[in-house]
């Protein structure tokens, strides 16, 4: 619950914020200072019954994607909670063998809002194309060596991203970046190396 000023004995004082355990089917309207004919009246704040039904949930929380082997990246989700929406932050989780990873969302449907959780499905048995490459942020240089740019794998049916690394500069030589070649309709990937 958030801080507000309070008057008292004609000055005001601050009244720190403080946790206080949520009622079930409530919701918490904070405390406003509100003018009226040029006199300033204070609203404490109140709990007031949450509504039964999700409204439309806020923007997502921007997050900060995690990559790690053999795992899939969960995007953090507005969840309906007890008559108001709480934040579940995003996930790494374990990739499963042959599946893929389809992201739950929020879906509007003749005015009701229903979230429909993430689930795992079974991967396609022919590879498609590769999705756009991740954009990651260059880290400055390192005398030595040479940032190799990350890219997408082909593992048990779906695309994984193996982030950027450092590579130690060799002499004389030039690092080409590896890349995806449509060879007749299937997906070839040309591996970097050093020339």
Do not use: C
Not at 78 to 97: A, H, I, M, Y
Not at 107 to 118: H, S
């Amino acid at each position: 619950m958030k801080g507000y000023w309070e008057y008292r004995d004609g000055s005001y004082d601050w009244v720190p914020g403080r946790l206080e355990r949520r009622q079930r089917g409530k919701q918490w309207l904070d405390g406003r200072w509100d003018n009226t004919g040029g006199r300033w009246n204070w609203t404490a704040g109140m709990w007031t019954n949450a509504p039964a039904e999700p409204t439309s949930p806020p923007a997502p929380i921007e997050e900060r994607r995690q990559f790690r082997r053999g795992h899939v990246w969960v995007a953090g989700h507005w969840e309906w909670d007890n008559g108001s929406f709480e934040w579940v932050p995003g996930k790494l989780e374990r990739r499963q063998r042959g599946k893929r990873f389809r992201e739950g969302k929020w879906d509007n449907t003749g005015g009701k809002w229903t979230w429909n959780a993430g689930t795992w499905f079974d991967a396609p048995t022919q590879q498609d194309a590769p999705p756009q490459p991740v954009v990651e942020a260059e880290p400055a240089a390192r005398r030595g060596f040479i940032w190799v740019k990350g890219n997408y794998e082909w593992r048990d049916g779906d695309y994984e991203w193996v982030p950027g690394h450092w590579e130690r500069q060799r002499a004389a030589k030039t690092w080409v970046e590896g890349r995806w070649v449509n060879n007749g309709g299937t997906w070839v990937w040309t591996a970097g190396t050093w020339q």
